[in-house]
Every structure is written in structure tokens, then in C-alpha cells.
């Protein structure tokens, strides 16, 4: 079974760091494509088309259209790193919940785990 790594963007698509830099170079992920499938990976949007952190509610309303797409493709499994808790700036406790009712496909990254963050 194919793993998707799934990671924050921003709408604009633009890769250059973090977890999305990484998703460009080992799992597929296109330059200028801001949403969705990619290659081996998922991007769920936390910034916008300038780069500026979207509101929690948008962010929420991203999770959701991933978590529609993963119970789509029980082909696929989806491994879920922390968006929105880096460059975003969001905290763990406030993005972990928008998760809740996630398809059994889908695992959290370790680094979920970081108390630190």
C-alpha cells in the first residue's frame, strides 16, 4: 500500500521549507500546487497565497477536506505530520483536535509526540 506524507502549505504552492521543502524532495510534491494529492504527499493549506497563516477555521476546513479524501482512498495510508506548527506558528493542542474521526488509514507522525511544541 502506498503512504502519502501529509504536509502544511501554503495556497500558493511555494515548498521552501520544513516539512512541505521535504515533501518536494522525497515525496513528490509540485511547486505551485498548494492542495491536495502530490505525488506521494498531501498538502493541507495553514498559509495563503502570501504566505500569511490562515485563520484556524480555515485551516479546520482544509483537515476536513483531507480527511473526505482519505476515507475516498482506502487504497492509500496517510502519514500525518504536525501542520500549521511550524512556520504557522500554531500549537500542537490547538491544530491535534481538528483531526478527530480521522479514517483508520491515517497514522500521526512521531513528532506530534514533541511536549516542547
Not at 56 to 68: C, G, I, Q, W
Not at 75 to 98: E, H, N, S
Request: aromatic share 12%; with cysteine; proline share 7%.
Amino acid at each position: 500500500m502506498t503512504e502519502i506524507f501529509v504536509f502544511g502549505s501554503n495556497l500558493a504552492g511555494i515548498h521552501g521549507a520544513g516539512a512541505a521543502r521535504f515533501a518536494v524532495r522525497r515525496h513528490g510534491a509540485m511547486y505551485g500546487q498548494g492542495i491536495g494529492l502530490q505525488g506521494r504527499s498531501y498538502g493541507i493549506p495553514t498559509k495563503d497565497e502570501q504566505i500569511e497563516t490562515l485563520p484556524l477555521d480555515d485551516v479546520a476546513r482544509h483537515v476536513e477536506t483531507f480527511k473526505e479524501f482519505a476515507r475516498s482512498r482506502p487504497d492509500l495510508t496517510f502519514y500525518v505530520t504536525p501542520i500549521g506548527c511550524g512556520l504557522a506558528g500554531y500549537k500542537r493542542p490547538q491544530i491535534r483536535p481538528m483531526f478527530d474521526g480521522m479514517p483508520e488509514s491515517c497514522r500521526f507522525a512521531e513528532t506530534w509526540e514533541d511536549p516542547d511544541l
